[in-house]
């Protein structure tokens, strides 16, 4: 696969292609060891060494970040007043502009994609694909056989909407109950909603799973890390299912 060298540079966070320019043309990148100064230049990165001020590209088309959300951030890539997970990055991350694969609400922990993969991002997102996302949820108020019952049907929300069958597993029941819920859709504050629903209220939220993507629970809130080749093409592979 080859591209022009301003477009690879600009992917690799080297600026903008206008950035991109005038660093060509100040002579510090070369391809197999020979200055470039043209843009439109065209490289084959698995093919080529690519070089800027002597140290080399690793090219990688596309970014994947898995995240531990913390509560009080939004999942959007700006807000004039709130802080959001983008937020969070480390420059040297944000300057690829990654963004969130869906949202997950403010006060919701736990498992967040993000992504310069837009085409991954939407296969993932597609109400057709029913990708499953598992939540782990405490409870106000006893979560019983009929709830877990009543998720299986799907459950009627507020707005009359009936849900896709969830999968409901009690993990302890009590006054306070925790539980875990496999939803396949991503309705606005589908799992409060659901619980709602049976008179009862969700009061953490954290999601475990993606698809084939658990949460790497080394992650303390906040951290993120890269997802591994394995975990890019299961990914990419469970898409095609
Ligand atoms: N369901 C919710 O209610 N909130 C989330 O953040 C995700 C799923």
């Known amino acids: ?28 990148v070369k391809v197999d060891d020979v200055i470039v100064k043209d843009p439109k230049m065209q490289v084959n990165p698995d093919e080529q060494v690519v070089t800027v001020w002597g140290e080399e590209v690793q090219y990688k088309e596309f970014i994947y970040l898995m995240m531990n ?32 694969v869906g949202r997950l609400d403010k006060d919701t922990e736990g498992l967040l994609l993000l992504t310069t993969d837009g085409q991954l991002a939407h296969q993932l997102l597609s109400p057709k694909k029913h990708v499953p996302k598992t939540y782990f949820a405490v409870i106000d108020g006893e979560v019983t056989e009929a709830d877990v019952a009543a998720f299986r049907q799907g459950i009627v929300l507020d707005d009359g909407y009936k849900t896709k069958p969830a999968e409901l597993v009690i993990l302890k029941s009590g006054i306070r109950s925790d539980v875990e819920v496999t939803i396949t ?57």
């Open 69 to 100: 959300k913390p509560p009080g951030v939004i999942s959007a890539t700006e807000d004039v007043v709130q802080e959001t997970v983008i937020d969070l990055l480390e420059e040297e991350d944000k300057i690829f502009a990654p963004f969130p």
């Open 185 to 241: 859709e991503g309705k606005f504050h589908q799992v409060k909603r659901m619980f709602q629903a049976v008179g009862k209220r969700v009061v953490y939220l954290k999601r475990i799973q993606m698809g084939p993507l658990s949460l790497d629970e080394s992650l303390a809130l906040g951290e993120y890390r890269e997802l591994t080749d394995e975990e890019v093409a299961l990914l990419k592979s469970f898409q095609q299912t």
């Open 1 to 28: 696969m080859s591209l022009r060298i301003d477009k690879l540079l600009a992917n690799m966070g080297y600026g903008t292609r206008k950035e991109v320019k005038k660093l060509l043309k100040s002579g510090v």
